[in-house]
């Protein structure tokens, strides 16, 4: 299926859903803020969720990301994805709150299975993010139909509805 | 809003889906029945695909995996090249994810690559105001 590629990289600071953005910085606010504060920033490799027609139409003032992790890192941090049939659950969508991105070839670029935590979203100014794009040069954009596939996992997962008291089985 | 069923599209009259899943529950017991319902989802259409005189198979004495061998679930994520199993082995089941999902805690929390603390100086704070955005038509090409 040469035809369907997953990726291609990409250049300049034009967003689309699914681009992929290498060790973008993230600042988590205290619980206070006076006029001089310290602040906590973490950086991870991220891809960009947010609707590409909002983003070319600038309708966004933040932009929904998502981190990324290569599967081995993932394996690394809970064994149990060590196993083939934990990773198979992965590769079928059977995880609500990962979803499974294949590995890239392209030449220097290339990556191992990608999983895309859906549990930890962040958002992040447009045009910080734009101009962090454009410092970064070339970068990996996740090609359709896979980043369809990717917001709709997102949206399947996000529309969970969790209800604090049951109904009572019929018996 | 609701959680809409991957089984919900399956009408088999011989199979009704029969799912004990409710609108209101907790947020983990509702992660473990997607869990289930996507795999009883994909085993019934695996069923679906076997032809009607599958029944008297048992009676033949045959070597089934040269028969069965097209009836593997096809999942939207079938077309990752799949190194994880490898050709030779035996195809993982959908019961068998199912059992180790359950077995495993499957929420992985990933620390961030980088961690810091930068100093702000906080220049003003103010209310943020909703923004208004006007809706036209637009065609996104790439």
Redesign the interface.
């Known amino acids: 299926m040469k035809e369907y590629p997953w990726y291609k990289v990409v250049g300049g600071k034009e967003l689309f859903q699914g681009d992929i953005i290498s060790s973008c910085p993230l600042i988590l606010p205290p619980p206070m803020i006076k006029d001089e504060i310290k602040v906590d920033v973490i950086e991870y490799d991220v891809i960009v969720m947010s609707q590409s027609c909002d983003l070319i139409q600038k309708k966004l003032s933040l932009v929904l990301v998502c981190p990324i992790w290569e599967l081995s890192e993932f394996e690394n941090k809970n064994p149990s994805y060590k196993d083939p049939k934990m990773k198979e659950g992965l590769r079928r969508g059977h995880l609500p709150g990962y979803h499974l991105l294949n590995k890239c070839e392209i030449e220097k670029f290339e990556t191992d299975y990608l999983v895309v935590d859906f549990r930890s979203v962040y958002s992040v100014p447009f045009d910080f993010l734009t101009e962090l794009s454009r410092k970064r040069n070339k970068r990996l954009r996740l090609l359709p139909p896979y980043r369809e596939h990717l917001s709709q996992a997102f949206a399947r997962f996000f529309m969970r509805v969790g209800l604090p008291i049951d109904i009572p089985p019929f018996k | 809003?609701?959680?809409?069923l991957p089984t919900q599209d399956i009408t088999y009259q011989e199979h009704p889906v029969q799912y004990s899943y409710?609108?209101?529950?907790?947020?983990e017991?509702?992660?473990i029945r997607?869990?289930w319902d996507?795999?009883l989802s994909?085993w019934i259409k695996k069923r679906l695909n076997i032809p009607f005189y599958h029944n008297l198979i048992c009676f033949i004495n045959t070597d089934l995996s040269s028969i069965l061998s097209d009836l593997e679930?096809k999942?939207?994520?079938?077309?990752?090249?799949?190194p994880?199993?490898h050709r030779s082995q035996k195809t993982?089941s959908e019961e068998?994810?199912?059992?180790?999902?359950l077995r495993?805690?499957?929420?992985?929390?990933?620390?961030?690559?980088?961690?810091?603390?930068?100093?702000?100086?906080?220049k003003s704070?103010r209310k943020g105001e909703p923004?208004l955005?006007e809706s036209n038509e637009?065609l996104?090409t790439?």
């Open positions: 809003m609701m959680y809409q409710t609108p209101s529950t907790g947020i017991e509702i992660d997607i869990m996507s795999v994909n679930t999942s939207e994520t079938l077309r990752i090249e799949e994880m199993i993982i068998e994810i199912a059992i180790e999902m495993h805690d499957f929420i992985v929390k990933m620390p961030p690559k980088k961690r810091y603390k930068i100093q702000v100086h906080v704070l923004r955005i637009f996104v790439e």
